[in-house]
C-alpha cells in the first residue's frame, strides 16, 4: 500500500510474545532510519508504550551491542489498553504530539491486526517486521526467532533422547506453537522423532501408535513432538492415552515451554532481522504503510497485513512424508 506524506520521525516497538533477533530487528530499523535522516522513538512494553506515553528517543550508539542479545530491550506485552478504541486514540494523541508519522512494529498476527484498525481509525502508516517464533505468518517464509527457537528445541529434544535410548522409554516432549505445528514438524524431523501431533491436522491414534511400535514392533525408546495447540488436548493427555493402549510402555512427558523464547539468536536470525529492518525503513520512505516486510526465496518482499495474517500458512504434506519415512 502507498501513501503520499514523506515520513520524517517513526516510532519503533516490539509487541506479543518476544523472540530472539527482535533486538537485532530494532538496532537495524534505529541505524537504518537515522542513516537516511529519520528520528527515531522507540515505545517500550508494545502498544502499551503508545498509550501511556512510555518512549525515548533513540540513535544509532542506543543499539549497540544488543544484536547477540535474545529478549526485547524495547520490552514487550500483550496490551489490552489497545484493544479498545478509547487506547487507540490515546495512543494517536501521543504520536501527534510527538510528531511521529510513521511506525514499525516487529511482532506477530495480533501485532499487525492492531496497526491495521489503527491506521483505518487514525491514518498512521505502520511497516511491520515479522517478529515471533511461530513461523505461522503467511507472508515470509520465516518469521525472525524460529531459527533459534527450533535449534533450542533440538538440542533439548537430543539431550531427551539420550536419556530415553538409556532407559528404553517413550517420550512425549510438548514444543510451543498454540495454532502453528511448524516448531514441532521441523523439531520433529531435525530430532529424528517417531511422530508429531500439530493443530494442523487431525490425529490418528493408530498411526501414533504403530510409529512408537516401528515397522518392526521392536523400537524400544521413542521421542513423539507434540505442538502445545494439538486439538488432543496436550502431551499430558496423549501420554495418558498411549500408556492405556501400551501399559507395558515407559513413558515420560517434557514441556520445554518458554525456553524456546529466549537466547542468544543464530546467524541465520540475526541477518533476516537486519535484512527486514533496513527493509522497513526503506518501505516507510517509499510511502508504504499497513505491509509487512517477509522474506521469500531469499529475497525481500512486502505483504498487505490481511495477506500476511489471514493467509493460511499451511504445513508442507512433504514434511510429514519425509517424518513418516524416516520413523520406520
Ligand atoms: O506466539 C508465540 C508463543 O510463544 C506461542 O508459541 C505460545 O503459544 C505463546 O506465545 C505463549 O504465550 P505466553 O508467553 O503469553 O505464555
Known amino acids: 500500500m502507498m501513501g503520499t506524506g514523506k515520513v520524517a520521525h517513526i516510532g519503533v516497538f516490539t509487541s506479543g510474545g518476544d523472540s530472539p ?87 506477530g498476527d495480533g501485532t499487525f491486526t492492531g496497526a491495521d484498525i489503527f491506521f483505518q481509525e487514525h491514518g498512521i502508516p505502520c511497516v511491520g517486521l515479522p517478529g515471533t517464533i511461530d513461523n505461522d505468518l503467511a507472508g515470509t517464509d520465516w518469521t525472525i526467532g524460529y531459527d533459534t527457537a527450533i535449534n533450542t528445541a533440538v538440542e533439548a529434544i537430543d539431550r531427551i533422547r539420550d536419556t530415553a535410548s538409556s532407559h528404553d522409554r517413550l517420550f512425549f516432549v510438548e514444543v510451543m506453537g498454540r495454532d502453528s505445528g511448524a516448531i514441532a514438524l521441523d523439531c520433529a524431523i531435525a530430532a529424528g522423532a517417531e511422530y508429531v501431533l500439530v493443530p494442523e491436522r487431525e490425529e490418528h491414534f493408530e498411526q501414533l501408535i504403530s510409529a512408537i511400535l516401528g515397522s518392526d514392533g521392536a523400537k524400544s525408546s521413542s521421542i513423539v513432538v507434540v505442538a502445545e495447540g494439538e486439538t488432543e488436548g496436550g502431551a499430558f493427555t496423549i501420554a495418558d492415552q498411549v500408556k492405556k493402549r501400551l501399559p507395558t510402555k515407559d513413558i515420560r512427558v517434557t514441556v520445554l515451554g518458554h525456553v524456546q523464547r529466549g537466547g542468544s539468536p543464530t546467524v541465520h536470525d540475526r541477518v533476516l532481522a537486519s535484512r527486514l529492518g533496513i527493509a522497513a525503513v ?13 522474506m521469500s526465496h531469499g529475497k525481500v518482499v512486502s505483504s498487505p497485513f490481511p495477506q500476511a495474517i489471514k493467509g493460511v500458512r499451511e504445513l508442507d504434506a512433504e514434511l510429514f512424508r519425509v517424518l513418516r519415512f524416516l520413523a520406520t
Open 21 to 107: 533477533g527482535m533486538n537485532a530487528a530494532i538496532r537495524a530499523v534505529v541505524r537504518g532510519a537515522c542513516a537516511q535522516g529519520l528520528r527515531v522513538t522507540g515505545f517500550l512494553g508494545g502498544y502499551d508504550g503508545l498509550v501511556n506515553g512510555n518512549f525515548r528517543a533513540m540513535g544509532p550508539r542506543d543499539v549497540s551491542n544488543i544484536i547477540q542479545r535474545g529478549g526485547t530491550i524495547l520490552r514487550t506485552a500483550r496490551s489490552k489498553a489497545f484493544m479498545t478504541a478509547e487506547g487507540r486514540a490515546r495512543a494517536a494523541s501521543v504520536l501527534r504530539e510527538q510528531g511521529i508519522d510513521g511506525l514499525i512494529a516487529i511482532g
Open 282 to 294: 526503506d518501505a516507510i520512505l517509499r510511502g508504504e504503510h499497513n505491509c509487512m516486510m517477509g
